[in-house]
């Protein structure tokens, strides 16, 4: 059954957004480096055409909080999201990934060094 997914998690980089997009670059989907016209600063989005997005606020730093949507079924979005983290995990980058169904329950969780229900990475 087809229905929109929900998730949000971030990723921490000392480095900024840069280096996370080139390990983002071996996604299935399209993300894109865009800077702010407001203030400069770099961030992530993807084109609104695809089954999945993501959105990111510019002005972070070190770590980055993002969101975003899919439309298909939940073997999909797991998908989608497992790819997208194996590309953070490629990078050394740590981050979380909690997916969301349409009643809000926790449905995937993806990580790299931070374990599930933890608000702080492990070590």
């Known amino acids: 059954m087809s229905q929109e ?3 949000c998690g971030e990723f921490i980089s000392d480095e900024g957004v840069e280096p996370v997009a080139r390990a983002l670059a071996d996604c ?3 993300i894109e480096l865009r800077r ?12 609104h ?11 972070q ?4 909080l993002f ?18 983290s194996r ?3 490629a990078g050394g980058f740590t ?10 329950e926790l449905v995937g969780y993806f990580h790299y060094r931070w374990p599930q229900e933890q608000h702080e990475p492990a070590g």
């Open 36 to 47: 702010s016209g407001y203030d400069g600063t770099l961030y992530l989005r993807s084109p």
């Open 95 to 104: 981050h979380r990934v909690e997916v969301y169904d349409d009643a809000k």
């Open 49 to 59: 055409s695809q089954e999945i997005d993501i959105e990111m606020d510019s002005g």
């Open 87 to 89: 590309c953070l995990v």
């Open 28 to 30: 299935s989907w399209r």
């Open 5 to 7: 997914f929900l998730y």
């Open 67 to 84: 969101s975003g949507g899919v439309d298909g079924t939940l073997d999909r979005a797991l998908a989608l999201l497992g790819e997208f």
């Open 61 to 64: 730093s070190r770590r980055f």
